[in-house]
């Protein structure tokens, strides 16, 4: 079973899911704040929210997803437009399980956000068309990325 969310943020309506079946929610950025939740089943809140637009979306997973081996599909995201999305690493996440999956993601000019004692850290992005895309594991990383489209 899986736990979906949909928002819709004009032009982009993203339906987002996790393998495990954990809870997974979509907010807009503009509508986050400084104290807001960074995962679903963590108490850890936001201390700064980055560089990211307005018009993007924040997809809040569960930090327990990062046990996820790098060749599994974590979670999936289905977009009804072309996106670009980000993956916000903090603690050098980046050299965990997305080291195994990185192909085509770039660094982006994204700021990261800040939670405890962790972050900024590195942004990478990539493009997709619309339809599903799929965020592989994490490999047991100290923590899960947080993205963003």
């Given at each position: 079973p899986t736990t979906t969310t949909t928002t819709t943020a004009a032009p982009v309506s993203v339906l987002v899911s996790a393998v495990s079946g954990r809870l997974m929610q979509v907010v807009n950025v503009s509508d986050l704040q400084i104290g807001d939740f960074?995962?679903?089943?963590r108490s850890v809140v936001f201390s700064h929210l980055g560089s990211f637009s307005d018009s993007c979306l924040y997809i809040r997973g569960p930090n327990d997803d990062k046990d996820t081996p790098a060749s599994l599909v974590q979670w999936l995201v289905n977009s009804s437009t072309v996106v670009t999305v980000y993956l916000d690493f903090w603690d050098d996440q980046e050299f965990y399980g997305f080291s195994q999956?990185?192909?085509g993601w770039?660094?982006?000019?994204?700021?990261?956000?800040?939670?405890d004692f962790y972050g900024p850290g590195v942004v990478y992005q990539k493009n997709f068309p619309a339809g599903e895309i799929e965020l592989f594991g994490n490999d047991g990383s100290p923590g899960n990325r947080l993205p963003s489209v």
């Open positions: 960074v995962f679903t089943d999956w990185s192909d770039y660094p982006a000019a994204q700021i990261g956000t800040q939670f």
